[in-house]
């Protein structure tokens, strides 16, 4: 269960930089080269520190939103994905009739 919570809590971190509610902040050289002291020694990173793939660390920082922002900001998210379903759904109910007006055209001529 413990590992399954931890699963979690990564997908969540994903899903936070990917809507921008938490963002990449590169470290400074100096902190870099701490980091990358203690990474060599096995020594596990301070809370928020995380390594790239290009080798340099970065830390986690948040927007600053509040816990209020944010239900607000992902509401508007919502509104904003279901704009565009219904949209993409109108489009195919459009293409749906004229395609059926024109099987009907060609049936009626034939």
Not at 27 to 51: D, K, V, W
């Amino acid at each position: 269960m413990a590992n399954q919570s931890a699963d979690f809590r990564k997908k969540l971190r994903l899903f936070k930089f990917e809507h921008g509610l938490l963002q990449k902040v590169k470290c400074s050289e100096e902190e870099n080269r701490t980091y990358e002291r203690m990474f060599e020694s096995g020594e596990a990173l301070p809370e928020g520190i995380s390594q790239s793939d290009l080798g340099y660390f970065y830390r986690d920082s948040t927007s600053g939103l509040t816990e209020s922002e944010i239900a607000e900001y992902l509401i508007y998210k919502q509104l904003d994905l279901l704009r565009s379903i219904r949209a993409w759904l109108i489009f195919l109910v459009v293409l749906a009739v004229i395609g059926i007006y024109f099987l009907w055209l060609i049936m009626t001529h034939v």
